[in-house]
């Protein structure tokens, strides 16, 4: 089963644009992870964010965390082409298991 | 310093044959987990290993086994075949840790079942 879910399915934004993506998951977490998967290979990690943080930036990535309501959001700024990508977030369980939701495709037009 | 790699990249096998795919992980991790990816889904976890020893296991039918060798490379096996098994397969390394590191991931190796 999947944990988090991302919102929106498929985003399509102008280059130059912000982009957000939204997660929501359902169980408490150690803590949640972006990544980004271009073309169905490998995932690249992106940005860990701990339960005990709210806000954590990289670059033009910026996510937020609110465990009272279970979610997270991925904000990318000033998007370029090459963000074109399937974005997924991912919680972290005991283990180092990660729990993936169903991702969100991310289409950039130059 | 070379990151997680897997062979093969591609495979077509026949229904109720077996498989086997191959992990090397990143210089300097040792534990390594299993990931499979339906077409258009996010990434299922199938198990984790460390110190060549199944640690954690997702709800996968025991088709699926695995085995760790003793430079931390890592064996998926899947037995039996099905149509429903073709998927991407991704392996991930990490350092052993409660706290949970991001994982590495290898490019995948695209298994399809006729």
């Known amino acids: 089963s999947q944990q988090g879910e991302e919102d929106p399915q498929a985003l399509s934004i102008q280059e130059g644009e912000n982009a957000t993506m939204n997660c929501s998951y359902k169980t408490s977490i150690n803590n949640l992870q972006w990544y980004r998967q271009n073309s169905g290979r490998g995932l690249v990690h992106l940005i860990l964010i701990r339960s005990n943080e709210r806000e954590k930036h990289s670059g033009r990535l910026r996510v937020t965390l609110d465990t009272s309501k279970k979610s997270s959001s991925l904000l990318i700024t000033a998007s370029r082409a090459a963000d074109t990508a399937s974005y997924f977030c991912a919680t972290a369980e005991y283990g180092n298991k990660l729990v993936f939701g169903a991702g969100t495709i991310l289409r950039v037009k130059s | 310093d070379a990151g997680v790699t897997q062979s093969p990249t591609h495979l077509i096998k026949t229904r109720g044959q077996q498989v086997t795919l191959r992990c090397s992980p990143k210089?300097?991790?040792?534990?390594v987990s299993w990931y499979q990816q339906a077409l258009g889904q996010g990434p299922q976890f199938i198990f984790q290993?460390?110190?060549?020893?199944?640690?954690q296991r997702g709800n996968f039918p025991d088709r699926f086994s695995g085995h760790q060798f003793p430079n931390y490379s890592s064996e998926l096996n899947v037995n039996a075949l099905l149509l429903g098994d073709s998927a991407l397969y991704l392996c991930?390394?990490?350092?052993?840790?409660?706290?949970?590191?991001?994982?590495?991931f290898g490019p995948g190796t695209r298994l399809t079942v006729t």
């Open positions: 290993y460390y110190e060549e020893e199944e640690r």
């Open positions: 991930a390394s990490s350092l052993p840790s409660l706290s949970s590191y991001e994982q590495y």
């Open positions: 210089s300097g991790h040792d534990t």
